[in-house]
Nanobody, 120 residues
Framework: QMMLAESGGDLVQPGGSLRLSCVAN????????VGWFRQAPGKERERISC???????NYHDSVMGRFTISRDNDENTVYLQMNNLKPDDTAVYYC??????????????WGRGTQVTVSS
């Protein structure tokens, strides 16, 4: 059974940083694109970043320049470095995998999420 597990969420002050990790269990991420999504209370889930199997990346405008997605295939892990965090970044963050590229196949393997809270 393919599984993803997120970690790294925490309570952080505005302007602070966090690094989220997404580890794949029971399958290799080598041929998969991985997206990071978030869902704030009362809002729809939104995709904020994605990295293709080949390493190319894309970002939602709201996080461009502040967040960086990366992957380490040897560790079977995708990371999301989040800098200059704002209260509006407060949400549950999820990672999900899609075959090869971010836009070609559906994201059909999901993690359970990790909570990020940005507050003073």
């Amino acid at each position: 059974q393919m599984m993803l597990a997120e970690s790294g969420g925490d309570l952080v002050q505005p302007g602070g940083s966090l690094r989220l990790s997404c580890v794949a269990n029971y399958f290799s991420l080598v041929n998969y694109a991985v997206g990071w999504f978030r869902q704030a209370p009362g809002k729809e889930r939104e995709r904020i970043s994605c990295i293709n199997s080949g390493g190319s990346t894309n970002y939602h405008d709201s996080v461009m320049g502040r967040f960086t997605i990366s992957r380490d295939n040897d560790e079977n892990t995708v990371y999301l470095q989040m800098n200059n965090l704002k209260p509006d970044d407060t949400a549950v963050y999820y990672c999900a995998a899609a075959y090869i590229r971010c836009h070609d196949y559906p994201f059909d393997t999901w993690g359970r999420g990790t909570q990020v809270t940005v507050s003073s």
